[in-house]
């Protein structure tokens, strides 16, 4: 609703490329949709690989704009187009609990860099070192009001519940 495009969740019972191509057929025949967009960055665990195949099953090209680009210009960028980012889950072992609910600002790209210094560290979070939200930006037609949160632990990772957010003009 806040970007006034259409939310799909369907269901993918097994991890399955099958699985994953009969959802992007429906999805093709639902939306008349031709193209995938992923935010992959870089070939973790052969995923480049298994998405392409899974896009070519079903007959859909696969668009990655952010494939082999920089971290750190990618979350500078993310800034300066007035993306509004906070973080909803860390690893434990890396951050802190302050760092839920922090905006992703140059003053955290600075934090995140220090961290990469002394511990494994990818700066955009692609092996799962934390997770995202954004709430605004200059494609969204409405911002995301986080209203209420409930802060969890599952394993090594802290994480907020989002129990209530509202749209924002």
Not at 17 to 35: A, C, H, R
Not at 69 to 80: H, M, P, Q, T
């Amino acid at each position: 609703e806040a970007l006034l495009i259409p939310f799909v969740n369907m269901d993918i019972s097994k991890f399955s490329e099958k699985d994953y191509e009969d959802t992007f057929l429906k999805l093709k025949s639902k939306f008349q949709i031709s193209t995938v967009i992923s935010g992959i960055i870089y070939n973790l665990k052969g995923n480049i690989y298994w998405l392409k195949n899974i896009c070519k099953g079903s007959a859909l090209n696969l668009f990655c704009p952010l494939w082999n680009k920089n971290r750190r210009e990618i979350l500078i960028r993310i800034i300066s187009l007035n993306f509004i980012v906070i973080f909803i889950a860390v690893n434990e072992q890396l951050f802190e609990e302050n760092w839920l609910e922090r905006n992703l600002t140059s003053e955290t790209i600075t934090e995140l860099e220090k961290i990469k210094e002394y511990r494994k560290l990818d700066l955009c979070g692609e092996n799962n070192e934390y997770s995202t939200i954004v709430l605004d930006g200059p494609i969204y037609k409405n911002r995301l009001e986080v209203i209420k949160t409930i802060r969890r632990k599952h394993e090594a990772t802290l994480y907020l519940e989002i129990d209530d957010c509202v749209l924002v003009n």
